[in-house]
C-alpha cells in the first residue's frame, strides 16, 4: 500500500475510534512515528519497504500512539486490530466485486500464487514452502516470516496477529466457491503461516 494512503487510512481509523483531541492528537502523533521509522531504516531494499512501509510501521505507529494517549497494551491491540481489519474489509469488498464476474473465481488460486512469488519473496524476508496441488488450488507455507520479524525487532510480537486477521478477512470470504483454508500461523504462535486457497465446485 501506498504511504500516504496507509497514512490517510491510520489517520481515519483514529478519528473514527476517538473523541477529541484524542483523535487528532493520536493521528498525528502515528504519522509522526511512521515517518520516524520509515527515516531509521531508509537503506532497505524496495522489496522490504514494501511491506514495513506499506503496512507494518503504520500498525506499529498506531499501536504505539494509542498506548501514548493512556490506554493499556491490550486496549491499544483490539482498537489497531479493529482499524486495520476495518480497513481491511474494504480491500475483500473490492475483491468479491471483481470475483461476481462468470468464472473469474476459478483463476483465483493461479492469480495468489502468482501475487505471492512476485511480493512475497526471499528479497522481502519471506522463506516459503510450496506445494504441488495442480490446477485449482494453491498451497504454500510461510516458515520466516518479516511481519512476525519486524514486529519482534520492534518490542511488540504481539502486533502480528493484527495481520493474520487482515489475511483471514480478505482471503477468507472471496466467493461461496473459494475455500480458504488455515490451520496456524507464527504470529499466534504457530511453526509456520499455512496459506490454502481451493476452487471448491
Known sequence: ??????????????????????????????VE?????CQEHQDDPPAVKQHTEGMIYGAVALYRAIQAR?????????LT???????????????RKALKLPGLYRKVPGIF???????????????IRYYDTGKGRARFDVTQCPYYRTCKEMGCPELTTVFCNTDDCCYGNMHPRLKWNRTSTIGRGG???????????
Not at 493512556?70 to 483490539?78: D, R, T, V
Not at 486490530?81 to 475483491?95: M, R, T
Not at 500464487?113 to 522463506?127: I, L, Q, R, T
Open 113 to 127: 500464487h502468482s501475487m505471492v512469488e512476485k511480493k512475497y519473496n526471499a528479497a522481502a524476508g519471506f522463506e
Open 1 to 30: 500500500m501506498e504511504q500516504k494512503k496507509l497514512l490517510k487510512m491510520v489517520s481515519a481509523g483514529a478519528h473514527r475510534h476517538f473523541k477529541e483531541p484524542d483523535g487528532t492528537w493520536i493521528a498525528d502523533r502515528a
Open 70 to 78: 493512556g490506554k493499556s497494551p491490550e486496549e491499544a491491540l483490539a
Open 191 to 201: 511453526d509456520c503461516c499455512d496459506f490454502d486457497i481451493a476452487v471448491v465446485d
Open 81 to 95: 486490530d479493529e482499524i486495520f481489519q476495518e480497513l481491511s474489509e474494504k480491500g475483500a469488498e473490492v475483491i
Open 33 to 37: 512515528l511512521y515517518h520516524g521509522y
